[in-house]
């Protein structure tokens, strides 16, 4: 198993989340969360004053999924979530040890 993570742009949740309903995944987690990479940042100006905006509002998605779905959600994220723009995020894969399910009790493969 596998937990695959992206960090996008919030307005591609949407797209985000039709391609991974098209790949036969059922759940994923979406966290509201604020980072920079090379984009580090923006400058903005309000009422006349002008302040730096450091860390830059994204979403991470975090889906579990079997070794042989992986690369085919990894595919489905980065077509979805790219606009071609700095700052469109990033994929992590990690191995996923176990899974469980709370209701049933049932577990890794079962449990997704």
């Known amino acids: 198993m596998k937990l695959v993570t992206a960090i996008i742009k919030p307005f591609k949740i949407d797209d985000v989340l039709d391609a991974v309903t098209r790949q ?3 759940g994923m987690t979406l966290t509201e969360v604020k980072g920079y990479g090379r984009q580090k940042g923006h400058t903005e100006l309000y009422r006349g004053s002008e302040y730096v905006i450091r860390f830059l509002p994204k979403v991470r998605v975090e889906v579990a999924v079997d070794d042989d779905q992986a690369d085919r959600v ?3 994220i980065q077509t979805a979530a790219k606009t071609g723009q700095i700052g469109d995020g990033k994929i992590f894969v990690m191995p996923l040890d176990h899974a469980l399910r709370i209701r049933t009790g ?5 449990a997704l």
């Open 74 to 76: 990894v595919s489905a």
């Open 106 to 110: 049932e577990t890794d493969k079962d």
């Open 24 to 26: 036969g995944i059922n």
